[in-house]
């Protein structure tokens, strides 16, 4: 690349869920991401909803947009 160097991230979209709370649900998916993508920098909560049966909440879920560097092949 000319003209300096830089740094190129990528986002994706992952739903954690936890029947506890909605942080919990976040960090789940956080920490599970992790285990797979490399030098995550942001977890933007995007959106918060939850499962519900028999006028009770069952489940937590958390939509979190993660960033990462992005490292080419080649």
Same mark, same amino acid.
């Given at each position: 690349?000319?003209?300096?160097?830089?740094?190129?991230?990528?986002? +994706?979209?992952?739903?954690?869920?936890?029947?506890?709370?909605? *942080?919990?649900?976040?960090?789940? /998916?956080?920490? %599970?991401?992790? @285990?797979?993508?490399?030098?995550?920098? +942001?977890?933007?909560?995007?959106?918060m909803?939850?499962?519900? *049966?028999?006028?009770?909440?069952? /489940?937590?879920? %958390?939509?979190? @947009?993660?960033?990462?560097?992005?490292?080419?092949?080649?």
């Amino acid at each position: 690349m000319a003209g300096g160097s830089g740094s190129v991230y990528d986002v +994706i979209e992952v739903i954690g869920s936890s029947t506890e709370s909605w *942080e919990k649900a976040a960090k789940a /998916a956080v920490e %599970t991401a992790s @285990k797979t993508l490399r030098d995550l920098r +942001i977890a933007e909560v995007v959106e918060m909803d939850c499962q519900i *049966e028999d006028g009770k909440v069952r /489940a937590y879920r %958390t939509k979190v @947009k993660l960033s990462f560097k992005y490292e080419s092949k080649g």
